[in-house]
T-cell receptor, first 111, second 115 residues
Framework: EDQVTQSPEALRLQEGESSSLNCSYTVSGLRGLFWYRQDPGKGPEFLFTLYSAGEEKEKERLKATLTKKESFLHITAPKPEDSATYLCAAVGGTSYGKLTFGQGTILTVHP | DTGVSQDPRHKITKRGQNVTFRCDPISEHNRLYWYRQTLGQGPEFLTYFQNEAQLEKSRLLSDRFSAERPKGSFSTLEIQRTEQGDSAMYLC?????????????FGAGSRLTVL
C-alpha cells in the first residue's frame, strides 16, 4: 500500500529564517510527487509536480526537490504570508487518479 | 473559469439523516475526484470519475456512500444514514488528463458536522 509521511508535523520560523520540510514516500512505480499549500478553511492549492529523482522546481521563495525516497520543500527567507499547511502527495502504480497524501506540515512564520 | 465549486459549504445534520453534496468542476476538465479530510490529516481518496464513468472507489468507502456524475458534468456525493464518524471536510477536485502532469484543482470543500 502506498504511504506518504511528512515531517515535522509543525514548524515555527522567524521571518527570514530558512528551513526545509520533508516528505518520505513508499510508492510502487512513482508517477508523480505533488506539493500543495492549504490555508485554513480552504481546499489545497497546487504548488509543484516532480516526476523523477534529481528534479527540482522553484516558485518565489519555495523550491521542491526529489530523490528516490524523499522530497523536500525548501523555504528561503520566509514571510508571514507563507504560513499555511503544506501537503505532499504521491501517485503510483496503475492508478493515475489516486493521490496518496501525507498528513501535512503546519508552517507558522512569525514577523 | 470560476474554479471548482462546491455546495453547500457547511452542513450540520443529525445522526441517521441523509446528506448530499454537489461539485461543479472546471468546465474543460474530464476527471473529477472526491476526497475526505479530517482535522489534522491530509485528504483521503474516496473515488474518481473520468467523464461519467466511475473508475475507482476506495475500499474504505462504505455502502452508505454513493457518488454520481451524470452526463460527465457536475457530481453529487450522497451519504446515507450519517454517523458521527462521517464528520469531515469533503473535498472535490477536477483535472484535465493529458500527457504529463495530472494536476488536481481542488474546491473549497463542504464541511459536514453530524450531531
Amino acid at each position: 500500500e502506498d504511504q506518504v509521511t511528512q515531517s515535522p508535523e509543525a514548524l515555527r520560523l522567524q521571518e527570514g529564517e530558512s528551513s526545509s520540510l520533508n516528505c518520505s514516500y513508499t510508492v510502487s512505480g512513482l508517477r508523480g510527487l505533488f506539493w500543495y499549500r492549504q490555508d485554513p478553511g480552504k481546499g489545497p492549492e497546487f504548488l509543484f509536480t516532480l516526476y523523477s529523482a534529481g528534479e527540482e522546481k522553484e516558485k518565489e521563495r519555495l523550491k521542491a526537490t526529489l530523490t528516490k525516497k524523499e522530497s523536500f520543500l525548501h523555504i528561503t527567507a520566509p514571510k508571514p504570508e507563507d504560513s499555511a499547511t503544506y501537503l505532499c502527495a504521491a501517485v503510483g502504480g496503475t492508478s493515475y487518479g489516486k493521490l496518496t497524501f501525507g498528513q501535512g506540515t503546519i508552517l507558522t512564520v512569525h514577523p | 473559469d470560476t474554479g471548482v465549486s462546491q455546495d453547500p459549504r457547511h452542513k450540520i445534520t443529525k445522526r441517521g439523516q441523509n446528506v448530499t453534496f454537489r461539485c461543479d468542476p472546471i468546465s474543460e476538465h474530464n476527471r473529477l475526484y472526491w476526497y475526505r479530510q479530517t482535522l489534522g490529516q491530509g485528504p483521503e481518496f474516496l473515488t474518481y470519475f473520468q467523464n461519467e464513468a466511475q473508475l475507482e472507489k476506495s475500499r474504505l468507502l462504505s455502502d452508505r456512500f454513493s457518488a454520481e456524475r451524470p452526463k460527465g458534468s457536475f457530481s453529487t456525493l450522497e451519504i446515507q444514514r450519517t454517523e458521527q464518524g462521517d464528520s469531515a471536510m469533503y473535498l472535490c477536485a477536477s483535472s484535465l488528463v493529458s500527457s504529463g502532469a495530472n494536476v488536481l484543482t481542488f474546491g473549497a470543500g463542504s464541511r459536514l458536522t453530524v450531531l
